[in-house]
């Protein structure tokens, strides 16, 4: 009876045991994603590029009510000051960047002729919604712009007047009326009339807002206005010109007097679409007021009949390099025009690890750089020169490396022609690979004292290499990759992921190891990391794994860059290196 009990008594308990057990299992089920908790532990897909950073082509079109010209004006992205970080000009309705800006900041597309300005969010195609009104800076055409150093080219404050036929306005058709009703305007026509268009008349649009000019009213005539224009002072004009019934001709003159102004530009235009005209003029110095005059040529109607004309732009342009002042980087320098920066703004930090084809500790301070780079372009956006600052953050291994750096089109491609000319200061061609810069053949030579900042050598705040570059008139836009190499072995180079090794480098190397032949590991793993930010970068100490330092890294590359896209600003301080304090 005892004995019953004791078996009954023993199977409840095994029974129970194993219900715990099942449900033991159920809670752990290999359903449940596994969180790694160290880098080696992590699977990232094979196309991640492992960069931190708002990347890509940004295309831009337009919404655009009100008939705001658009088409040659330049657009810009700003920062958060309304600094200007890039530009580029509007063609064909359209503008496209190249862009690497950090995500811990918010940039904007602004167009400088209305004001409007959006954020840029993402990369890929954007329509931009521009104003519901015009303001009066459009209608007048007025860009007077007062800069250090730089003098006013108007002696009053909206020298172009009426400059697109907005006054008076006409509900529809066309209106042939006297001067006096047209502000600003005035004509040689022994009757004194002007003719005014509605955009949309016979199937002609105005090329800016709702009306424009037709310089044939009843004769053959000279439309012009008085400036009031800074002697000794340069001006960019610019108009919009269009035939009537076929092919018309109009001048532009330019003068002390309506009678002796010179014609400096002849325009001929079908009647399809409007034609772009524009110049500059240096006013001279005993000249105390400017006509700008439009005398009719030809037309293929009747004397009464043809040359459109609209838009018409009066800015200051102090170095006359045909750019006004408003839109010049270096308004007081007729050789340079425009500048960017790679990264378009921000910095660029690189990290990597250096035993490659071997898997380090993933602490990515083996050899950490900053960089900043300032292109030089000139007023049709060609570049000039590149003038390079790049830090030396962290030399994290006892590994004597050199520092290279190719330079790529802008899509990653190589060039098919060498676009570099010279390179002064801090670093020299690499005669082994066209379009290659050597920086440094070992970084412990390049430095002024010996420091590691990475928690275990000395610290010290780090030194800098600049260099500027000056390019062949082939060059392109271009991005510029820095990758490391052996000191004593030019053949064996680290790139990052999605850069290709180059001419100098041992292919053979390649799939051996721990590497499986781009720089990753079988689990997608890199040997070099790029971040983009405003601010500074804190390397993680020496033997700490990149997760420890930065646990927000986990998501960010676990969802391949989609999450927790600002990781970088939020170490965990007593596992990274504060060298900047030291500034």
């Not at 199977?11 to 359903?31: E, G, P, Q, R, Y």
């Not at 003098?151 to 907005?166: F, I, K, L």
Request: aromatic fraction near 10%; include cysteine; hydrophobic fraction near 35%.
């Amino acid at each position: 009876m005892g004995y019953t009990k004791n078996i009954t008594k023993g199977l409840l308990v095994l029974f129970l045991f194993s219900i715990a057990i099942s449900c033991t299992k159920d809670n752990n089920s290999s359903d449940d994603p596994v969180i790694p908790k160290t880098m080696d532990e992590m699977v990232i897909g094979n196309d991640f590029n492992w960069t931190a950073a708002l990347k890509g082509k940004l295309n831009i079109s337009f919404n655009n009510p009100n008939n705001v010209s658009t088409e040659k004006e330049i657009i810009n992205i700003i920062n958060n000051n309304d600094e200007i970080v890039k530009r580029a000009k509007i063609t064909n309705g359209t503008v496209n960047f190249d862009i690497t800006l950090p995500q811990n900041a918010t940039y904007y597309i602004h167009f400088p002729v209305t004001g409007d300005k959006m954020p840029i969010t993402t990369t890929g195609d954007i329509e931009m919604q521009l104003g519901t009104t015009i303001p009066d800076t459009v209608v007048n055409k007025s860009k007077t712009i007062k800069l250090d150093d730089i003098t006013s080219c108007t002696t009053c404050d909206n020298p172009m007047v009426n400059a697109g036929a907005e006054f008076p306005a006409i509900n529809s058709g066309f209106s042939i009326t006297h001067q006096n009703n047209i502000p600003g305007w005035e004509t040689t026509a022994s009757d004194h009339r002007i003719e005014i268009w509605r955009s949309g008349f016979q199937g002609v649009p105005a090329q800016e807002g709702n009306q424009f000019f037709e310089l044939n009213a009843n004769m053959v005539a000279d439309l012009f206005q008085e400036l009031c224009l800074e002697p000794g002072s340069t001006i960019k004009w610019s108009v919009w010109h269009r035939g009537r019934s076929g092919v018309d001709v109009a001048e532009v003159k330019i003068g002390a007097t309506v009678a002796s102004a010179v014609a400096l530009q002849v325009m001929t235009d079908g009647n399809n679409s409007w034609g772009y005209y524009s110049g500059s003029y240096t006013v001279p110095e005993d000249q105390e007021t400017t006509f700008f005059v439009f005398s009719s040529v030809s037309s293929a109607g009747s004397a009464s009949v043809g040359n459109f004309l609209d838009n018409f732009e009066i800015e200051c342009d102090f170095d006359g390099d045909g750019v006004p002042d408003d839109e010049d980087d270096d308004p007081g320098n007729a050789d340079v025009t425009y500048v960017s920066y790679f990264p378009t703004s921000g910095k660029q930090v690189v990290a990597f690890e250096d035993l490659w084809p071997s898997t380090g500790d993933f602490d990515f301070n083996d050899l950490t750089m900053s960089n900043k780079v300032k292109i030089n372009k000139d007023n049709n956006f060609n570049l000039l020169s590149a003038d390079f600052t790049i830090s030396i953050d962290a030399i994290g291994a006892d590994i004597h490396n050199g520092i290279g750096m190719m330079l790529y089109k802008e899509n990653g491609d190589a060039f098919n022609d060498n676009i570099i000319a010279t390179i002064t200061g801090d670093a020299v061609l690499d005669e082994d690979n066209s379009n290659g810069i050597i920086l440094t053949n070992d970084v412990f030579e390049a430095i002024s004292e010996y420091y590691q900042n990475n928690g275990v050598g000395p610290t010290a705040t780090p030194d800098t290499l600049k260099f500027t570059v000056t390019f062949n008139s082939n060059a392109e836009e271009f991005i510029p990759e820095l990758y490391i190499f052996r000191s004593f072995d030019r053949s064996y180079e680290i790139h990052r992921s999605n850069f290709p090794a180059t001419e100098a480098m041992d292919n053979t190397l390649f799939n051996t190891i721990d590497d499986k032949g781009n720089y990753k590991t079988e689990n997608g793993l890199p040997w070099g990391l790029e971040i983009i930010l405003e601010g500074d970068y804190k390397s993680p100490k020496e033997r700490v794994d990149m997760l420890k330092a930065y646990p927000e890294f986990r998501e960010w590359a676990t969802s391949e860059g989609t999450q927790n896209t600002d990781w970088y600003l939020s170490p965990v301080e007593e596992n990274v290196v504060d060298i900047f304090s030291k500034k």
